[in-house]
Nanobody, 124 residues
Framework: QVQLVESGGGLVQAGGSLRLSCAAS????????MGWFRQAPGKEREFVAA????????YYADSVKGRFTISRDNAKNTVYLQMNSLKPEDTAVYYC?????????????????WGQGTQVTVSS
């Protein structure tokens, strides 16, 4: 069992920045690849970014590439999502999730454990 708790969401103006954190507890954090997803009202949950267990490889959705950066600190059992140049269309609830898959997936269904989510609102 892995418990995930997100933090760092909030209200920010377009062009601003936020840094989300996801603290993990339970099974060995470093064994899992981690992903960030988001879900806007009336829309399906979508992939944002992911990182391998070692942190050596990262993946991004085209919509956030160049603006968002995923990273992890295995000593602190924490994964981060630095979000810069935020746009109103980035408004959503952001979730972190973990997966034991060797090949890091982008499909939400392939992630085993999820946090409760943190709201990010970007005003225009």
């Amino acid at each position: 069992q892995v418990q995930l708790v997100e933090s760092g969401g909030g209200l920010v103006q377009a062009g601003g920045s936020l840094r989300l954190s996801c603290a993990a507890s339970g099974r060995t954090f470093r064994n899992y690849a981690m992903g960030w997803f988001r879900q806007a009202p009336g829309k399906e949950r979508e992939f944002v970014a992911a990182i391998t267990w070692s942190g050596g490889t990262t993946y991004y959705a085209d919509s956030v590439k160049g603006r968002f950066t995923i990273s992890r600190d295995n000593a602190k059992n924490t994964v981060y999502l630095q979000m810069n140049s935020l746009k109103p269309e980035d408004t959503a609830v952001y979730y972190c999730a973990s997966t034991g898959k060797v090949v890091v997936p982008t499909e939400p269904t392939k992630y085993n454990y999820w946090g409760q989510g943190t709201q990010v609102t970007v005003s225009s």
